[in-house]
C-alpha cells in the first residue's frame, strides 16, 4: 500500500451522518460515516453517471441510505473532467461530438464508450489511490470489507477497478455497452448485482445482457425493470443496500 495525500476541507453534519470533503493526491471527493462512529466499519466506493458530480443528489442520496441503514463509510471522486475538476480539451471535444450526435439523432453509445473508456484510464488509478489513503484511516482500516457502487459512467468506470483491485469484495453495476467492458468483467469473480433496463433506447437488451454475462461470478443477480434509459426506478437502491448488508455484513444495528 503506498502512501496517498489526503487532506479533508470541509465539514458538516446532519441527521446522524458526517459529510467530509477532501483531495486525495488533488482530486475532490466526499466521506459519509456515521456520526455516532464507534469502532472500524464497511466502506462502500461509489462512481456517479456522466456529466454528473459527486455530490449529485443519486450519488448524496445512495450514501444516505447506506449510511442511515448499515452504518457504513461512503466516498465518492469526481471523475476527470467532471464536478470540481477541470475539463480537457479532449473532454470537450467528445462532449461536443455527444451533444452533436444527439441533435442528429445518431446513436450515442460509441461515443460514449469510447469516451467512457478514456476516463476509466485515469480514473483507475485514482480509485486505487482513494482506497489506499481511505484505508488508513482508523475508522477504515485495511482488513475491513469493501464493496463498490457505480451504473453508467460509474460502471464503465467501476469494471476496470474492480477486476484488477482483490479488495473489492462485492459490487453494483449496471446500464453500460459491453464493448470494451465484457473482457474486464470475465477477471471478476466477487458477488454483483446488476442493473438493466428493458425499454433503454440507447443499451439493447442483448448488449445489456452480454455484459451481465460476462462476469465470471459465481454469484450474480439480474436486476431487469421494464422502462427507458433514465427510468431505473429508486427502489434498486434499496436493493443494492440490500445487497451490500448482506455481503458487507453491518456494522451496529438493523435499522428499525
Excluded at 469473480?189 to 461470478?217: C, K, M, N, Y
Amino acid at each position: 500500500m503506498h502512501s496517498h495525500s489526503l487532506q479533508f476541507t470541509a465539514e458538516s453534519s446532519s441527521n446522524g451522518i458526517v459529510e467530509r470533503d477532501f483531495t486525495v493526491d488533488g482530486v475532490p471527493g466526499v466521506l459519509w460515516s456515521p456520526a455516532s462512529g464507534t469502532g472500524r466499519a464497511p466502506l462502500v466506493l461509489m462512481g456517479h453517471g456522466g456529466g454528473n458530480h459527486k455530490k449529485h443528489p443519486a450519488m448524496s442520496g445512495r450514501a444516505r441510505l447506506l449510511v442511515a441503514g448499515c452504518g457504513f463509510h461512503v466516498a465518492v471522486i469526481d471523475a476527470p473532467g467532471h464536478g470540481d475538476r477541470p475539463r480537457s480539451a479532449h473532454d470537450e471535444a467528445e462532449i461536443a461530438e455527444l451533444f452533436r450526435a444527439r441533435a442528429a439523432g445518431e446513436p450515442e453509445g460509441p461515443i460514449v464508450v469510447r469516451y467512457n473508456d478514456h476516463l476509466a484510464e485515469l480514473a483507475v488509478p485514482e480509485y486505487l489511490a482513494l482506497l489506499d489513503a481511505l484505508q488508513e484511516l482508523p475508522e477504515i482500516g485495511t482488513d475491513g470489507p469493501v464493496g463498490y457502487w457505480g451504473i453508467n459512467m460509474g460502471t464503465a468506470i467501476g469494471i476496470p477497478f474492480v477486476a484488477v483491485e482483490p479488495r473489492i469484495t462485492a459490487a453494483v453495476f449496471g446500464q453500460h455497452w459491453p464493448d470494451v467492458l465484457a473482457d474486464k468483467a470475465k477477471q471478476i469473480t466477487v458477488p454483483i448485482e446488476f442493473d438493466l433496463q428493458w425499454d433503454d433506447e440507447h443499451i439493447s437488451r442483448e448488449e445489456g445482457l452480454a455484459l451481465f454475462d460476462a462476469f465470471a461470478s459465481p454469484e450474480k443477480s439480474l436486476h431487469v425493470n421494464a422502462g427507458r434509459h433514465k427510468e431505473l426506478p429508486r427502489f434498486e437502491a434499496e436493493s443494492a443496500v440490500r445487497f451490500f448488508a448482506r455481503h458487507l455484513g453491518r456494522a451496529g444495528t438493523s435499522p428499525a
